[in-house]
T-cell receptor, first 116, second 115 residues
């Protein structure tokens, strides 16, 4: 069965430092996607980055990068040069193809606090 | 593009009342879905639709009904609200290209309290 695990309920990081948010997944599908979303205190879900299971290179989007280790089934989010505005909940998600659409599975989230 | 819109943003209901949460998207996405988010948990899928006239249940469908008469709209109905339905509700949409990396885009959420 598909499952996403985020083992860090909360994390602190000093402003301007890098931080890694952990995510492990479980699936037997050969084709899947891995996503990270940010949820600030205002509540909306903001898409950050994705990685396809067949992608050879780790995905990057600005200060966000996804450290994809397929054999370990991990998809950690790395935020470089943390900013105060990065304080938020972060959710890891996996898409699993069912017929012609993708079913999403979400982790329980990690609350990141960036300290000045 | 407005993206995915949801109304209302906040709602308080009494037990047994009914209401409809509205969701609309202007991105011509075939796939639309409703999630609920509870404290300490990720998002859980309530219902989804892969096109007008086609809906199916997610992992927590009990107490909710949906319909999809147009590509743009996907309302969620609570027939008889219960305190256990107090939650934040998100609507999301995506294309149906068949690729695993089809990204879901979320609306701003509706915070529902059932007394």
């Amino acid at each position: 069965a598909q499952k996403i695990t985020q083992t860090q309920p909360g994390m602190f990081v000093q402003e301007k430092e890098a931080v890694t948010l952990d995510c492990t997944y479980d699936t037997s599908d050969p084709s899947y996607g891995l996503f990270w979303y940010k949820q600030p205190s205002s509540g909306e879900m903001i898409f950050l980055i994705y990685q396809g299971s067949y992608d050879q290179q780790n995905a990057t989007e600005g200060r966000y990068s996804l450290n994809f280790q397929k054999a370990r089934k991990s998809a950690n989010l790395v935020i470089s040069a943390s900013q105060l505005g990065d304080s938020a909940m972060y959710f890891c998600a996996m898409s699993s193809p069912i017929y012609n659409f993708n079913k999403f599975y979400f982790g329980s989230g990690t609350k990141l606090n960036v300290k000045p | 593009n407005a993206g995915v819109t949801q109304t209302p943003k906040f709602q308080v209901l009494k037990t047994g009342q009914s209401m409809t949460l509205q969701c609309a998207q202007d991105m011509n996405h075939e796939y639309m879905s409703w999630y609920r988010q509870d404290p300490g948990m990720g998002l859980r899928l309530i219902h989804y639709s892969v096109g007008a006239g086609i809906t199916d249940q997610g992992e927590v469908p009990n107490g909710y009904n949906v319909s999809r008469s147009t590509t743009e709209d996907f309302p969620l109905r609570l027939l008889s609200a219960a305190p256990s339905q107090t939650s934040v509700y998100f609507c999301a949409s995506s294309f149906l290209s068949g690729r695993a990396t089809d990204t879901q885009y979320f609306g701003p959420g509706t915070r529902l309290t059932v007394l």
